[in-house]
């Protein structure tokens, strides 16, 4: 071997070591993660083809799933909603080994004085920022030192402020208030 070689190689191990340090909080962050209208997920059940599907959350906050009909997924964690189809499918199967993961999570939207306001498609780890930045940024009449968040299924929006680490959640809506001259 080179020596271009082996700094690819090393590099190549460095990169993979990242991805395994960092796929555990992806996961873990999943794992709490609680479902709403909009989120679209993978089930899947072990040995059963026919019953590994990606399905969403309905308005209601309802999946439907072949043999149990409509199940509730509003605010279940994706182990507690596998674990209520394991218990729905112990009717058909002797025993249900059940995954449930994200496929796409719910839109955020962004609104005010951005210069694209609208839905977009949430990431975890979402800032302000971030959010800005996909709308296309700040108006010429931006207020750039505070952001108002209305978060899923409150009512009132929330001061705060506006730092890159401002989190942004799934189903938030965002507003970017107008500055005062």
Known sequence: MNAKMITALSRAIMLAACIALAAPALAQNNAEYPLGPGDKIRVSVFNEPDLTRDVQVSADGKITYPLIGEINA?????????????????????????????????PFSIIGEVKSPGSYPYSPNLTVIDAVARAGGFSDRAAKKKVF??????????????????????????RIGERLF
């Open 149 to 174: 968040i209305r978060r899923a299924k409150e009512v009132n929006e929330v001061k705060y402020t506006l730092s890159d680490s401002t989190p942004v959640r799934a189903g938030d809506t965002v």
């Open 74 to 106: 509003d605010g279940k964690t994706l182990p507690a909603l596998a674990d209520s189809i394991a218990d729905a499918l112990k009717t058909y199967l002797r025993q249900a080994r059940v995954t449930a993961e994200i496929v796409e999570y719910r």
